[in-house]
């Protein structure tokens, strides 16, 4: 079954501590993930994707196939990247998006 | 200039009412969905429409009832509402190229049903 965890459902750091937003998958084949983020009174958007294997506001992930694991990771917080973060996976020829639950990070000052 | 609007933003309507929810996209787009985002801010799909043709249809009340009318429109129809249809609901457009797929979303419209 294609599904996608996302653990926490809150995480809460102080501005310039390192953050690791968790994302484990299921998927029978190749997968696509991405990260898509949604800030206050905004509408949800694309962070970045798995195979641009780029940087985006300083956040980084590594599609680890072996722990079925896609991370969001950021070396220094800043308070604006407070926001619901998705992890999603490419649900397969239908074109659709599987969301986790999102993780609500709050970074504050 | 927005990629995909949704309309009303907002939508308070009574119990048993019928109402629509229209999106447009301007991306020349193939691919249109419906999501639907609940209280505990789970996103899950719910329809998916390529080319004006049905390509998904989750489990969903046949009470929703999306329309087509080409291919830049995707609207979601609601019969007899319930108060648990209270949701924001998203509209999405995708053009699948080779590599992969991004999801442009409109910003979302918050209904209650009272």
């Known amino acids: 079954a294609q599904r996608v965890t996302q653990p926490e459902k809150l995480l809460s750091v102080f501005k310039g501590a390192p953050v690791e937003l968790k994302c484990n998958y299921s998927?029978?084949?190749?997968?696509?993930l991405f990260w898509y983020v949604q800030y206050s009174r905004q509408r949800l958007q694309l962070l970045l994707r798995?195979?641009s294997r780029e940087s985006i506001k300083g956040f980084t992930a590594d599609l680890n196939k072996g722990e079925t694991s896609f991370h969001l990771k950021k070396p220094f917080a800043q308070e604006e990247d407070s926001a619901m973060y998705y992890c999603?996976?490419?649900?397969?020829?239908?074109?659709?998006?599987?969301f986790g639950k999102g993780t609500k990070l709050s970074v504050k000052p | 200039d927005t990629a995909v609007s949704q309309t009303p933003k907002y939508l308070v309507t009574q119990m048993g009412n019928d109402k629509s929810i229209k999106c447009e996209q301007n991306?020349?787009?193939?691919?249109m969905y419906w999501y639907k985002q609940d209280s505990k801010k789970f996103l899950k799909i719910m329809f998916s429409?390529?080319?004006?043709?049905?390509?998904i249809n989750e489990t969903v009340p046949n009470r929703f009832s999306p329309k087509s009318p080409d291919k830049a429109h995707l609207n979601l129809h609601i019969n007899s509402l319930e108060l648990g249809d209270s949701a924001v609901y998203f509209c999405?457009?995708?053009?699948?190229?080779?590599?992969?797929?991004?999801?442009?979303f409109g910003q979302g419209t918050r209904l209650t049903v009272v």
């Open positions: 999405a457009s995708s053009q699948e190229d080779r590599f992969v797929t991004e999801a442009f």
């Open positions: 998927y029978s084949g190749s997968p696509e």
């Open positions: 798995h195979i």
């Open positions: 999603a996976l490419n649900g397969g020829s239908q074109g659709n998006l599987i």
């Open positions: 991306l020349g787009h193939d691919t």
């Open positions: 429409y390529n080319n004006k043709e049905l390509i």
